[in-house]
């Protein structure tokens, strides 16, 4: 792995500014540093509801309020 790391050392920087950030963020912001439900089912749907919750976050960041209810209303 180290090999491979360190031969793609610009995909490895790309994905730790893109994905790691987004799963650090929901662990810091939400508090999922582990999952409340058990079983693979019950943790998609926690994870998922994570995800959802971030997304509209950052969109409501870049957009702002009034660009989304607009885009609602239309």
Request: charged residues 20%; hydrophobic residues 55%.
């Amino acid at each position: 792995m180290n090999a491979r790391a360190v031969a793609h050392l610009e995909i490895l920087r790309k994905r730790m500014a893109i994905v790691e950030h987004s799963f650090g963020t929901i662990k810091r912001w939400m508090n999922q540093a582990y999952f409340l439900m058990r079983g693979l089912p019950k943790v998609r749907v926690e994870f998922s509801l994570s995800a959802l919750a971030y997304n509209i976050k950052r969109a409501i960041a870049i957009a702002g309020v009034p660009t989304l209810i607009a885009a609602l209303l239309s």
